[in-house]
């Protein structure tokens, strides 16, 4: 039970967090501390992307980058990450790409700065055309095909069946 497991690890904790009194956090930086948690996370990764659109490249948003590596070694799909540091494009994505390379984005979650990455991924010739995500909140992007390791309805049912949540609490999580 992959809820159980964030639950456990602190990965996924629930509560009262930040300025807007969001009702759970996910560390799912965290998720490279638990070698076994992480293998599940990259198998049922490569399992969601058996099928999608044909991509010669990975790229990873910066919160992304241990899982986006071990999904990579398993498809033998070269990865491009970002360092995070709000460069230049050209300076923040690194790996191996040019103009016309089809791709998908691995993120933790969708971030606010999305529209921003995709751009920036753009201007050096990425072309994302899928994203996966590792915990999906329900966020859409337009013109982008979206999969999802894991979505936060199915982790609040998984977390109800095992008693761990009150039927109220989950209420507030979706």
Known sequence: MIAKQLLETGILQLGLFG????????RLEMLSAYPQLLQTIVYRGVQ???????????VAHTDAIPV?????????????????????P??????????GHPACLIVNTIPPDIHTFLTNAQQVGLEIHNILE??????????????????MTALVH????????????ASHLK
Do not use: M, W
């Not at 300025?19 to 996910?26: G, S």
């Not at 050209?90 to 103009?99: F, K, M, Q, R």
């Not at 998984?158 to 609490?169: D, G, K, R, S, V």
């Open 19 to 26: 300025e807007e009194q969001a009702p759970y956090r996910l």
């Open 48 to 58: 969601s992307l058996v099928g999608v659109s044909y991509f010669d490249r990975l």
């Open 68 to 88: 986006a590596t071990a999904i990579s070694l398993q498809l033998g799909t070269s990865l491009v990450y970002s360092r995070g540091h709000g460069e230049a």
């Open 90 to 99: 050209v300076h923040d994505l690194v790996g191996a790409y040019d103009v």
């Open 134 to 151: 590792i915990v999906s909140t329900g966020i859409n992007i337009e013109g982008i095909n979206q999969y999802s390791i894991v979505t």
């Open 158 to 169: 998984e977390l109800q069946q095992a008693n761990l949540i009150t039927e109220h609490f």
